[in-house]
Nanobody, 123 residues
Framework: QVQLVESGGGLAQPGGSLRLSCAASGFTFSRYAMSWARQAPGKGLEWVSGIYNDGRGTAYADSVKGRFTISRDNAKNTMYLQMNNLKPEDTALYYC????????????????WGQGTQVTVSS
């Protein structure tokens, strides 16, 4: 069955960096778009970034544009999120999500997601 396992979260200082990974299994990874979303304490789910199946198409929420970079390695069935210049407002549980197509019309309808990895940005 589909499994998405996030890792790489932790505690970072403001201005610091973290790299999240999402290891995928149970489906043909290279055929599907993937995305990251996050949920801060007491807030709703926020889409963060998405990437098409071939890695050529990417998209970012305005809140992370210029600071986060999404990528994927289809040979390793893994997606990444490089997070630089972290801010306290980036503190959240970050989820890896699989989409139903290679290039979805929107990033709000995943069909699977992982358990999440916690990112805390604090001095």
């Amino acid at each position: 069955q589909v499994q998405l396992v996030e890792s790489g979260g932790g505690l970072a200082q403001p201005g610091g960096s973290l790299r999240l990974s999402c290891a995928a299994s149970g489906f043909t990874f290279s055929r599907y778009a993937m995305s990251w979303a996050r949920q801060a304490p007491g807030k709703g789910l926020e889409w963060v970034s998405g990437i098409y199946n071939d890695g050529r198409g990417t998209a970012y929420a305005d809140s992370v544009k210029g600071r986060f970079t999404i990528s994927r390695d289809n040979a390793k069935n893994t997606m990444y999120l490089q997070m630089n210049n972290l801010k306290p407002e980036d503190t959240a549980l970050y989820y890896c999500r699989k989409h139903r197509t290679a290039s979805p019309g929107n990033w709000y309808e995943p069909d699977y997601w992982g358990q999440g990895t916690q990112v805390t940005v604090s001095s």
